[in-house]
T-cell receptor, first 116, second 114 residues
Framework: GAGVSQSPSNKVTEKGKDVELRCDPI?????LYWYRQSLGQGLEFLIY????????KSGLPSDRFSAERTGGSVSTLTIQRTQQEDSAVYLC??????????????FGEGSWLTVV | AQSVSQHNHHVILSEAASLELGCNYS??????LFWYVQYPGQHLQLLLK??????LVKGIKGFEAEFIKSKFSFNLRKPSVQWSDTAEYFC????????????FGSGTQLTVLP
């Protein structure tokens, strides 16, 4: 596609359930990022994938969060045993290479997660 | 680790007023600097970026930003705002040459009154 595609765009889930959020980056982009934007907060880095390198997971807030990227393309962010504080917009982004300073990062429209 | 501060959480201006949004960062080395904009109901878009060279950077829609290294600042400016500039603006930084993630400020909500 022309841009970064995320699904679902909206998800309401019950506390304690698991959720999966999907990101399809721009074709040819080797770097993929997940960010979280909570109400009234700035953007919070979660995880970064670059090619076949080990992902940078330093931003994941707890072990309930995990992400994978299959075949160097599509990524899935999984939140297990969701809590109300997980409610946020989860943004995926991609860029051509792994150095944000050298390449523009393009963001998807986000997945709005509400935990009730 | 780097950090970014945006001191203005909400700015309200009338059309044709001049705009300056503050951004200060904390990092001891060379940085790349960015401003992103998020219009209501839309995704983040890049407004402008600074890597090196002329510290005055011009972006889309008449925006510009000036990198002042001595002040660790990268303020966003526009001489005359329009109602369509109503959006949330995010400043971001990453260490130059780093493959790591951008660090974002908390954002500034700009409301332009018609």
């Amino acid at each position: 596609g022309a841009g970064v595609s995320q699904s679902p765009s909206n998800k309401v889930t019950e506390k304690g359930k698991d959720v999966e959020l999907r990101c399809d980056p721009i074709s040819g982009h080797t770097a993929l990022y997940w960010y979280r934007q909570s109400l009234g907060q700035g953007l919070e880095f979660l995880i970064y994938f670059q090619g076949n390198s080990a992902p940078d997971k330093s931003g994941l807030p707890s072990d309930r969060f995990s992400a994978e990227r299959t075949g160097g393309s599509v990524s899935t962010l999984t939140i297990q045993r969701t809590q109300q504080e997980d409610s946020a917009v989860y943004l995926c982004a991609s860029s051509k290479q792994g150095a944000p300073g050298g390449n523009t990062i393009y963001f998807g429209e986000g997945s709005w997660l509400t935990v009730v | 680790a780097q950090s970014v501060s945006q001191h203005n959480h909400h700015v309200i201006l009338s059309e044709a007023a001049s705009l300056e949004l503050g951004c200060n960062y904390s990092y001891g080395g060379t940085v790349n600097l960015f401003w992103y904009v998020q219009y209501p109901g839309q995704h983040l878009q890049l407004l402008l970026k600074y890597f090196s060279g002329d510290p005055l950077v011009k972006g889309i829609k008449g925006f510009e930003a000036e990198f002042i290294k001595s002040k660790f600042s990268f303020n966003l400016r526009k001489p005359s705002v329009q109602w369509s500039d109503t959006a949330e603006y995010f400043c971001a930084v990453n260490a130059a040459g780093s493959a790591r993630q951008l660090t974002f400020g908390s954002g500034t909500q700009l409301t332009v009154l018609p």
